[in-house]
């Protein structure tokens, strides 16, 4: 017979949240066709197709909410809605299960089920992500550890119950968007994301580049164009437990980089300005990284930039980096550099809302005078913030002609010299003799 002993169990449930940077006003969105939004939304999110996301505590707390999904007479297998009773095979699709035996057992659903069979006893989540969702939820906890807000659009609602890579809810202006990226790597996810950029004209997509470190390439459907930035590359990171499970599953998760440098930028609006580059070793790092799946070679690099992909590179003792700030415009134009790109588009956004005070006042030299007087401050605090080297603004009679008068039309005409990012340093050293003087 055993000894008298005393058995003390105690139930982890908990998350260890990893540390993010402080907040960002930067607002990202990013495409979802997995069904992110029916996993984790609110009825309203779900119907709307659209899910705001503030903060990765926000995310995780979705996690771990003992809300009921909505719907009642539903459940979700690889994102997609069901009608009708919950099987054993679609409990293996929700990470909210513990095993077969414990969650689903001769037909009968136990109460390790979940919130959604449970009544609100159990957290939704409390293994973490998986399913078709999986990739998609990840992709939203990397951005977010950046301090960005994240805007997800996605399918399966009422007005997008089925969405083309032209047709999301992101290409909606009336929601404000700065960046865009794909929350898989799929090609219809990364169109989607160039379209959304390239259709609105004011944030940049960041999509993933395909093929080998060997053989990169451009990934189908990605327009080419200055709102458009491709980057190579996935990384290893820790899971929700950050290494702790006891479990035999995997506790290194594989994430594409793509909401890593649209983080790059949100970090790079906070600690500094929209017109600095997001690259290099003071605004590029990149957060959770195990190590890369690919850590490309000089020559690799070199490559992947010959085509416009961005490197992202470890270097030991350093940390992994975004090594480059190339979008897809034009080689001929400057706006082929992600900071030129974003001065425009900052300048789009904040002098353009000046402009709209315009409408339907008068064309004369006192409504001219007061849009000069309106915008020049900008333009002198972004000169002042190491912006742009130099402008003009013209809006007088020399541009407002009879003509234009007459049509009902105002033109100004602002000409602005960017601030270039430094891609390229030579260092020359010379060998000098003992007596020669230095100066």
């Known amino acids: 017979m055993a000894r008298p002993n005393i058995t003390v169990v105690v139930n982890d449930d908990s998350f260890i949240v990893p540390n993010t940077e402080r907040g960002s006003f930067t607002v990202a969105g990013m495409i979802s066709h997995g069904g ?30 003992k809300e009921t999904l909505s719907g009642q007479n539903k459940h979700y297998n690889q994102g997609v809605a069901i009608d009708g009773a919950i099987t054993g095979d679609d409990l293996t699709e929700r990470p909210f299960y513990q095993s077969l035996i414990n969650g689903y057992s001769g037909g009968t659903i136990k109460q390790t ?10 957290a939704r989540w409390p293994l973490g992500p998986t399913g078709a969702w999986r990739t998609e939820w990840w992709s939203a906890h990397n951005y977010l550890q950046y301090g960005g807000v994240l805007i997800v659009g996605g399918t399966g609602s009422i007005d997008y119950l089925t969405m083309t890579n032209s047709s999301t809810p992101l290409h909606n202006t009336s929601i404000p968007l700065d960046l865009v990226f794909a929350g898989a790597t799929t090609s ?40 458009n930035v491709s980057v190579y590359g996935n990384k290893k990171h820790l899971d929700i437990s950050r290494g702790l499970r006891n479990d035999s599953l995997d ?37 959770d990284v195990v190590r890369l799946i690919d850590n490309p070679t000089e020559q690799q690099m070199d490559t992947m930039y010959d085509l416009k992909i961005n490197p992202v590179v470890t270097y030991p003792g350093e940390g992994t980096v975004l090594f480059g700030d190339k979008t897809l415009g034009s080689e001929t134009s ?30 004369d030299w006192e409504t001219r005078t007061s849009f000069i007087n309106a915008v020049t401050p900008v333009l002198e605090n972004i000169s002042a913030r190491r912006g742009i080297y130099d402008y003009r603004v013209v809006c007088d009679e020399t541009n407002n002609t009879s003509s234009i008068i007459d049509s009902n039309q105002f033109v100004a005409d602002i000409y602005i010299k960017p601030a270039k990012s430094i891609n390229f340093i030579q260092i020359r050293f010379t060998n000098k003799n003992t007596d020669d003087q230095l100066s």
């Open 113 to 122: 089920g979940g919130n959604f069979f449970a009544g609100g006893t159990y």
């Open 334 to 363: 400057t706006l082929s550099r992600i900071n030129v790109s974003r001065l425009f588009i900052y300048l789009k956004k904040t002098i353009g809302a000046s402009a709209r005070s315009l409408l339907f006042e008068l064309n």
């Open 36 to 65: 992110l939004i029916q996993a984790m939304g609110t009825t309203a999110e779900v119907k709307s197709g659209v899910m705001q996301v503030g903060s990765l505590n926000d995310l995780i707390a979705r996690l771990n909410s």
């Open 188 to 227: 219809a996810a990364n169109a989607a994301a160039t379209s959304i950029a390239t259709t609105r004209m004011d944030c940049i997509a960041v999509t993933t580049a395909e093929g080998d470190v060997g053989n990169p390439a451009l990934a189908d459907g990605v327009i080419s164009d200055e709102f």
């Open 251 to 287: 506790d290194l998760i594989t994430s594409h980089l793509a909401p890593d440098v649209a983080g790059c930028m949100a970090r790079t609006d906070r600690i500094a300005d929209s017109w600095w580059s997001p690259a290099g070793f003071k605004r590029g790092q990149i957060l």
